[in-house]
Nanobody, 123 residues
Framework: QVQLVESGGGLVQAGGSLRLSCAAS????????KGWYRQAPGKEREFVASIGPIGFSTFYATSVKGRFAISRDNVKNTVFLQMNSLAPEDTAVYYCVADRNLFTGGRQNLELWGQGTLVTVSS
């Protein structure tokens, strides 16, 4: 059974950094688009970032562009999200996702979802 398992969430002060990781088990998804969504308390789930199969194409939500960086390691079957200059409005549960097709935020019906990791940014 395929699983996406996130790690790296936690509590950080505003202005700090965190690095999220997502490891896929069960099979290799090197040809899939991978990325991150997040859901803040009381808000809808929203797109954060995505990265193409070989890592050359990346997309970001406007709210995180310039602060967050997505990358992937297909040998380790892992995708990363480096988050810098964190702000309280970045507080959310962050979900790792994967899909065989490109996604840039316009849809939620992606093939694979992780269980999520909580990121809390204190002011």
């Amino acid at each position: 059974q395929v699983q996406l398992v996130e790690s790296g969430g936690g509590l950080v002060q505003a202005g700090g950094s965190l690095r999220l990781s997502c490891a896929a088990s069960g099979r290799t998804y090197s040809t899939y688009w991978k990325g991150w969504y997040r859901q803040a308390p009381g808000k809808e789930r929203e797109f954060v970032a995505s990265i193409g199969p070989i890592g050359f194409s990346t997309f970001y939500a406007t709210s995180v562009k310039g602060r967050f960086a997505i990358s992937r390691d297909n040998v380790k079957n892992t995708v990363f999200l480096q988050m810098n200059s964190l702000a309280p409005e970045d507080t959310a549960v962050y979900y790792c996702v994967a899909d065989r097709n490109l996604f840039t935020g316009g849809r939620q019906n992606l093939e694979l979802w992780g269980q999520g990791t909580l990121v809390t940014v204190s002011s």
